[in-house]
Structure formats: C-alpha cells, structure tokens
C-alpha cells in the first residue's frame, strides 16, 4: 500500500509507524537499516511497502533472528516486540564488538524491567534510543483488525487450559494499543450472555485505558471520546460463522484454498498450464469493490467490465472464457496489463459458481431454513428434523453435514440425547466438534433452564436473495448501539458513554454534522466491537455496510482472528485436545542460516 493511499486502520497506522520509528532522529540522506521480528514484521507487511521504507531512508530490512552481516558504519533501527528471546537477539549484536553503528530500539508494547536492565548492562552505550510505542494489533482490513492471537480460542474456551486469564490480561492490553493508535478512550460495554468472558475483558480494557490515558503524558487524564466499545463472545451468534455465505469474500474463503490471501490457480499459455497466484487484499481495487457482493452480481459483473476492455480488441460478444482470454493476452501485451486482475476474478468467481452448482445451493437452502426457522415463504419450520434430513442421506462432506446439524441445533436451542446418537451415527462420529459448543455457552442438549434466544430485528422489508435471508446478530447489535437503542440490561456499561452519543448518527450542539467520506467519519463517532473467539467475514461486512449506511459513524470490528467455517470446526474439535499454554506473544522460532 502506498503510504498514501487511504485504507483506514492501516493507513492510521502506517503514519504513527512512520511518526514514531522511521522519522524519529531521521537525517537528511541518512541510510539506515531496519531490524524485525515476526510479529512487526506482520505489522509492516499489512501497511507499507518497501518501497514506502525506502523514500524514508531504509535501505534493508533484516530479520532480527537470521545470521546478519555486520554494518558498522551504519545505524539499526529495531521494531520489535519486548520478549526475552528479541533482547537476547539484540544484546548479541552489540555485546562483544558492535555490528552496528548504534541501536535505536522501539518495542511494540512495554518493556518489562527484567528486559531493559539486561539491555543497559550488555549494551547500554549503543543505545541512542528506547521506547515504547503500543502497537500491539495487525490491521486486515481498513475497517477490520485482529490481535493475531488464533490460540487465545483454546486458552479460553478449553477446560485443559490454565492460563485463560493470562490471555484475557494480554488481550485487554492489545485492545487498549488499538484505541490508542485511533486517539480513542472509548465507553465500554459488554453481551452479558452467554458466558462471563465479555464482562471480565471488558473490566480488564477499561481499568488498562484508565492507566493508559494516565501515563501517557500526551494525553493525562484524557476524557472519554465519542466511541464506543462493544465486548462480545464468539457464543453470542453461533450462526453466522457456520451458515454459507453468498457474498464474495466469505464465499471465496469457505469454499476455495486461500492461504495468506493468496489465491493460486492454473492459467493456460498455450498448451502449457503455469500456476499464478494473486493477493486478495485492499491493493486490489476490484476486489474491494466486489467482495461484499452477492455472487451473482459478481458473476454477471467481472464478465461486463471484461468486454468493455476487450470491446475493441477483435472478441467476439459472446461468453467471456479463460482460455479465450489467455489466447488473446499472448498476442496482446498492452492487453494483459488491463485485463490481468479481471481475470483472476473471473477465474475465482467461476470457481465459486461451480462449487454453488455442486453441492452448495441445495445447502443454502436447507441451512437458510433452519437458521430463519421459516422458509421463503414465510412459513415456519415445523419439523426441523425434516428439513435437515435430506442433507444427511445425501453425498455431502462430513464438514457440511456438521454444518447443518449445528444450525438445526441452534435452531431448538437444544436436542434429546437420543436425536444426538442417531444425528453421530451421520456424521462418522466426529461428536466432539457438536458437543463442545456448550463450552462457548451454546446449548447442545436441551434443558428446563434453556437460555431465551436473541430477538431479531424484522428485516422482510428488505430486498436480499432468497439463499441469503440470513443477517448476522452483529448487524442488529451495530444498528442498535449507534441508535443508542442497546438494552442495558443485556449490554451492561463498564463506563459511560459521552452525552453526545445520542443515536442515528445525531450529535451534539457541539459537533458538526459529518460527510460520508472516511476523513469526516474519522472525526465524528467510532463504533468499536471486539469478539472473543474470531470474527467471521459475514460479520466483517456488517462493519462497511452499517458505516456506509449511517455515514456519521465509522464501524471497527476485531477479534482474536478471522473465522472460516472449516477453521472455527476445527477449533471446536481442539478443544478436546491437551495443547500447553500459549506464548505471551505468537513469535515463530527460526534457525540461523
């Protein structure tokens, strides 16, 4: 991303790295060399380029755990996170003879002083600089932001584990170094069920902020802002992370391999097939316009935009083909570059239309059903039992008739433990990933003492895909929140919210109304939701759709992780397993060339 480009979070967060680490003690036509480690380089990779380092003076960067060349004449700028294995790293650099010119040292968060006394013994006279920067959070997208912290499910979710409220602490201590980053001292308020997670996280933020806002000197005593903080558990909806979706981005991520955004596929040059591979992220305008789409749109959408490139290049109007694309590419070079990128979401939506075509529409129509409770005529779901049925007996994966189940479960808020033995007997007995839902406060079995279900905005009125009905909780709640509609009773307040919050996009006497740009979102309100346990792409796309809707409030959403339907099972799976305590920060071990 090109410093300048605007993508919310990361932009943000481009110029406080930039402010803070790459301009502090910046000379004039000074090279200098910059040191990371896995998390900052996460941190980086998700919002600069290289070539933005090197117009501000950064000719390398290293990693701090590989074997590196000595460059005495020049200075090393490490962006770092403080954990004893980085010290350790950067003492050796400097302990016996210096391998740099000096050391300008940035932690992400705070240094514990154990850290720092082993720094000033070894290396003390090499330092130029040492702070603390808190930045302890990846931006993914520029309304989305995770904790990177994929583990913090097991921690907190598995009856093995120990160390749960240690990883609640670090949690809080991530979210604060967002509202941070954003100048933000939001009001914070929690889902009261279905479990107490939300509630201690949420005290945890607030005393943090409090702390936070009292130590920085910048901003001592800072009062709440116009935020809000919205602390929820991954329980609260466990429909939208298991439903297909429809709509670009989830379909392509559920139903297509994507690893690290990475799309790889065949494409033909000639007779010979060559793999290609294309990052899904904000650098691609297409795939931000279309990735909130209904795949329809997007199927009939790619093919338009293709012809009226290829209009005047001697196609004929008739189906848009890869190996028709291909063909003409090869004899066309000016061609390629403007059609490359429409390709390979042509070649992407393609793929999700045949795998819709397979198998995934008779499932929508099963799975929108029992998530509704009625069907798409209205009609309520009299025997849910039915409806499922079809699904079990047919040649669908196991991963989908888990699927089903689960949301048939949902849907009775419970079943009999004979239903549960017959529905096992479906699935190849994979029972864990069913019954350990009940550790997220989800009810499995059902009970006397069953919890009431969350009433639903009424949303017939709206026009949507008869596959699609289904609207994620998070949608309601978003809404709700902004229009100061939120019940107290099931959304407690950790602390209140400034006066001027007063809904619909209202503000006070004392704030101009704001545009529908991002500039004039940023200085208006900020809606801030935080779920525990992964945040699904459906719920993601709530985030843009309310703040485009509500054009005064600009809507974050964040969580330990980013949820897949296929990688939420397979968490819920893990929770049977023994796994030991989580790191204080995920660093990957790397061995020295």
């Known amino acids: 991303?090109?410093?300048?480009?605007?993508?919310?979070?990361?932009?943000?967060?481009?110029?406080?790295?930039?402010?803070?680490?790459?301009?502090?003690?910046?000379?004039?036509?000074?090279?200098?060399?910059?040191?990371?480690?896995?998390?900052?380089?996460?941190?980086?990779?998700?919002?600069?380029?290289?070539?933005?380092?090197?117009?501000?003076g950064i000719t390398i960067v290293e990693d701090l755990y590989k074997n590196r060349e000595p460059v005495p004449d020049m200075k090393a700028v490490y962006f770092i996170s403080p954990s004893e294995k980085g010290v350790d790293s950067l003492v050796n650099d400097f302990k016996s003879t210096y391998k740099y010119k000096a050391a300008y040292i940035y932690f992400t968060d705070y240094c514990p002083d154990s850290l720092f006394n082993k720094l000033k013994t070894y290396c003390a006279k090499a330092i130029r600089v040492c702070k603390e920067l808190n930045i302890s959070f990846l931006p993914y997208e520029s309304q989305v932001f995770t904790l990177d912290n994929p583990d913090?499910?097991?921690?907190?979710?598995?009856?093995?584990?120990?160390?749960?409220?240690?990883?609640?602490?670090?949690?809080?201590?991530?979210?604060?170094?967002?509202?941070?980053?954003?100048?933000?001292?939001?009001?914070?308020?929690?889902?009261?069920?279905?479990l107490d997670n939300a509630k201690k996280l949420a005290q945890l933020v607030e005393n943090k902020l409090g702390e936070h806002y009292e130590l920085d000197e910048k901003c001592k005593g800072k009062s709440k802002t116009q935020a809000q903080l919205l602390i929820v558990d991954r329980g609260f909806d466990p429909v939208s992370p298991i439903l297909h979706e429809l709509t670009y981005q989830a379909m392509v991520y559920d139903l297509?391999?994507?690893?690290?955004?990475?799309?790889?596929?065949?494409?033909?040059?000639?007779?010979?097939?060559?793999?290609?591979?294309?990052?899904?992220?904000?650098?691609?305008?297409?795939?931000?316009?279309?990735?909130?789409?209904?795949?329809?749109?997007?199927?009939?959408?790619?093919?338009?935009?293709?012809?009226?490139?290829?209009?005047?290049?001697?196609?004929?109007?008739?189906?848009?083909?890869?190996?028709?694309?291909?063909?003409?590419?090869?004899?066309?070079?000016?061609?390629?570059k403007q059609?490359?990128?429409?390709?390979?979401?042509?070649?992407?939506?393609?793929?999700?239309?045949?795998?819709?075509?397979?198998?995934?529409?008779?499932?929508?129509?099963?799975?929108?059903?029992?998530?509704?409770?009625?069907?798409?005529?209205?009609?309520?779901?009299?025997?849910?039992?039915?409806?499922?049925?079809?699904?079990?007996?047919?040649?669908?994966?196991?991963?989908?008739?888990?699927?089903?189940?689960?949301?048939?479960?949902?849907?009775?808020?419970?079943?009999?433990?004979?239903?549960?033995?017959?529905?096992f007997q479906q699935i190849d007995n994979e029972s864990n990933i069913i019954l350990n839902w009940d550790r997220l406060g989800v009810p499995i079995h059902s009970s006397s003492s069953q919890q009431r279900k969350t009433a639903r905005k009424d949303r017939s009125h709206e026009e949507t895909y008869q596959l699609s009905r289904w609207t994620p909780v998070m949608k309601d709640v978003m809404e709700d929140a902004i229009e100061n509609k939120l019940d107290t009773r099931e959304w407690p307040h950790k602390s209140e919210c400034p006066a001027a919050w007063n809904g619909s996009g209202a503000v006070s006497a004392r704030q101009k109304h704001k545009g529908s740009n991002q500039d004039d979102r940023r200085s208006g309100s900020r809606?801030?939701?935080?779920?525990?346990?992964?945040?699904?792409?459906?719920?993601?796309?709530?985030?843009?759709?309310?703040?485009?809707?509500?054009?005064?409030?600009?809507?974050?959403i964040g969580s330990t992780h980013i949820l897949t339907p296929r990688r939420l099972l397979d968490d819920m799976q893990d929770l049977s397993k023994t796994k030991g305590p989580m790191e204080t920060f995920t660093i990957i071990e790397e061995k020295a060339a």
Not at 14 to 35: S, Y
Not at 412 to 420: A, I, Q
């Open 256 to 336: 297509i391999s994507i690893e690290n955004d990475t799309y790889k596929y065949q494409s033909k040059d000639g007779a010979v097939a060559k793999e290609k591979q294309s990052i899904l992220n904000e650098e691609d305008d297409l795939w931000t316009k279309l990735r909130h789409m209904h795949i329809a749109e997007v199927s009939e959408k790619i093919p338009k935009l293709v012809k009226e490139i290829s209009a005047n290049k001697k196609i004929k109007d008739n189906k848009i083909t890869m190996s028709g694309l291909s063909q003409l590419m090869k004899k066309m070079p000016s061609f390629r």
């Open 339 to 423: 059609i490359s990128k429409k390709t390979v979401h042509l070649n992407l939506a393609e793929e999700c239309m045949n795998h819709f075509q397979a198998n995934v529409e008779k499932l929508c129509k099963v799975e929108q059903d029992l998530a509704l409770g009625a069907d798409t005529e209205g009609q309520k779901v009299k025997d849910p039992m039915r409806t499922l049925l079809p699904v079990l007996l047919q040649k669908h994966s196991t991963y989908d008739k888990i699927r089903a189940v689960l949301l048939y479960i949902f849907s009775l808020n419970g079943t009999t433990e004979e239903n549960l033995r017959k529905i």
């Open 527 to 556: 809606l801030i939701v935080f779920i525990i346990g992964g945040v699904s792409y459906s719920e993601m796309r709530c985030a843009y759709e309310v703040t485009q809707a509500v054009k005064s409030c600009e809507v974050i």
């Open 1 to 56: 991303m090109a410093a300048g480009t605007d993508h919310g979070l990361k932009n943000i967060l481009w110029q406080k790295i930039k402010e803070t680490v790459i301009d502090d003690h910046k000379k004039p036509g000074e090279w200098r060399i910059l040191i990371l480690d896995h998390f900052t380089t996460k941190v980086l990779s998700s919002c600069c380029k290289m070539s933005d380092l090197m117009s501000e």
């Open 152 to 194: 913090a499910f097991h921690s907190i979710y598995s009856t093995h584990r120990t160390d749960k409220d240690t990883t609640l602490e670090k949690m809080a201590e991530q979210i604060v170094t967002l509202c941070a980053t954003l100048d933000e001292n939001p009001g914070v308020r929690y889902k009261k069920e279905p």
